[in-house]
């Protein structure tokens, strides 16, 4: 993880996975809490919240969705699935 791989300092919504690689880079020491708070024009309280968030019982099992492809397999014109 690099600085060039943060997300965009405009960005307008921040995304869970966002907000993750921000705190991320800060405990890594990729970039300094106060840099990240400078650049992303949040204050520190916001920043601890994030990892108040993220570091949460339960938070990955429960933001870790995998997809499933619900639909029918397709059986050709006419035909259905019995």
Same mark, same amino acid.
């Given at each position: 993880m690099t600085v060039k791989n943060?997300?965009?300092? #405009?960005?307008?919504?921040?995304?869970?996975?966002?907000?993750?690689?921000?705190?991320?880079?800060?405990? #890594?020491?990729?970039?300094g809490l106060d840099e990240?708070?400078?650049r992303y024009r949040m204050s520190?309280?916001?920043?601890?919240n994030w990892? !108040?968030?993220?570091?949460?019982?339960?938070f !990955?099992?429960?933001q870790i969705i995998q997809l499933q492809d619900?639909?029918?397999p397709f059986r050709g014109p006419g035909k259905r699935e019995k």
């Open positions: 943060l997300p965009s300092t #405009n960005s307008i919504r921040w995304t869970i996975w966002r907000k993750i690689e921000v705190v991320a880079a800060v405990h #890594n020491g990729v970039i990240a708070c400078e520190v309280e916001e920043f601890r990892e !108040q968030l993220i570091d949460k019982p339960g !990955q099992g429960s619900y639909r029918q």
